[in-house]
């Protein structure tokens, strides 16, 4: 029950969006130096990976729905999120939900 009111706290503050029926998107900051997208597709996520101070792509890449299911996290976006550091060889020491809006700066 507590993480379905945090998926609806997120939703309602902007910092996951529905983009279709059961397709979600989420940006996050990742130690306070580069902004992480995702993007749900049919096949899985897409990520891309943004400098915080250049706004330049860094990095981009998928995975799909069964690299997903193997992993021990049940959330698909937090699954997505963990998978995408763990292949750009981030630490993530500190990832924190921000707006989408944040986007239109990119």
């Not at 997120?10 to 998107?25: Q, W």
């Not at 897409?46 to 997903?68: C, I, P, T």
């Amino acid at each position: 029950m507590l993480a379905e009111l945090n998926f609806l706290w997120s939703l309602r503050i902007g910092v996951v969006r529905i983009v279709s029926e059961d397709i979600f998107e989420a940006l996050y900051l990742v130690d306070d130096c580069s902004y992480l997208h995702l993007t749900e597709i049919a096949t899985g996520f897409n990520y891309e990976v943004y400098s915080k101070e250049s706004h330049k792509k860094q990095f981009a890449g998928n995975f799909s729905w069964s690299e997903l299911n193997g992993s021990p996290i049940q959330n698909p976006l937090a699954a997505a999120r963990a998978l995408a550091l763990e292949d750009i060889g981030m630490d993530a020491v500190v990832v924190s939900s921000v707006a989408l809006k944040m986007l239109d700066q990119f």
